[in-house]
């Protein structure tokens, strides 16, 4: 199904699940994203090694980790599950309430989001999705990119705004902090 073409309308997580399942979209305030063609290799190799070192790590822990294709639906206090304007499918989302667990995603935030950036996603990762993870209170945001092969940090503070933790490279060892004894070390990612 084609996507309406008039420039006014705002999209619902109840359009989007009538949409096209061979594209990929994401609605942010209402506006559709198309997210498709599929990520390049490389993305997915990074986004598959953090993947794997997040699942390994939360083996027999209450948290649950996901990956893309994975809706989050984002939503205001008075909004129905259908009525949000906010579905977005980050590269890696970690949730450690089983109550926002649902069978299609997850309903709220989640705890941990990690999105790896493309060519094309730039501006959209570090401009959009970092105030609508801070506007919807996902404690912490990591923007990884392949291209630089660094790891920018987002952590909450108190008032409910993201301050940049730092940049990491190469042998740096990141931890995130609700699992401050899992180990990221960027060189590792970088070189899968």
Same mark, same amino acid.
């Given at each position: ?14 359009? $989007? ?47 649950? #980790? ?9 939503? &205001?206090?008075?909004?129905?599950? &259908? ?10 989302? #970690? ?9 299609? =995603? #997850? ?14 996603? #730039? ?16 404690? &912490? ?20 705004? $993201?301050?940049?933790? =730092? ?20 060189? &590792?990612?970088?070189?899968?």
């Amino acid at each position: 199904m084609a996507i309406p073409k008039t420039k006014y309308d705002r999209f619902t997580y109840a359009d $989007y699940l009538c949409w096209d399942d061979e594209k990929r979209w994401e609605i942010v305030d209402g506006s559709a994203y198309d997210m498709t063609p599929a990520p390049g290799t490389k993305h997915q190799q990074v986004s598959g090694a953090l993947f794997a070192n997040i699942y390994n790590y939360l083996k027999g822990k209450h948290c649950q #980790v996901f990956s893309a294709p994975f809706d989050v639906c984002l939503f &205001e206090n008075s909004e129905e599950d &259908e009525d949000t304007y906010n579905v977005v499918q980050p590269d890696i989302s #970690v949730i450690c309430d089983p109550g926002k667990i649902r069978e299609k =995603g #997850v309903k709220g935030a989640p705890d941990w989001i990690i999105e790896v950036v493309s060519p094309t996603s #730039v501006k959209y990762d570090f401009g959009t999705k970092l105030l609508l993870y801070q506007k919807y209170g996902v404690m &912490e945001y990591w923007i990884v990119d392949p291209e630089s092969r660094t790891i920018n940090v987002y952590r909450i503070d108190q008032s409910g705004k $993201y301050l940049p933790e =730092g940049v990491y490279k190469d042998n740096d060892e990141i931890s995130a902090s609700i699992f401050p004894d899992l180990k990221i070390i960027p060189g &590792e990612i970088f070189t899968i």
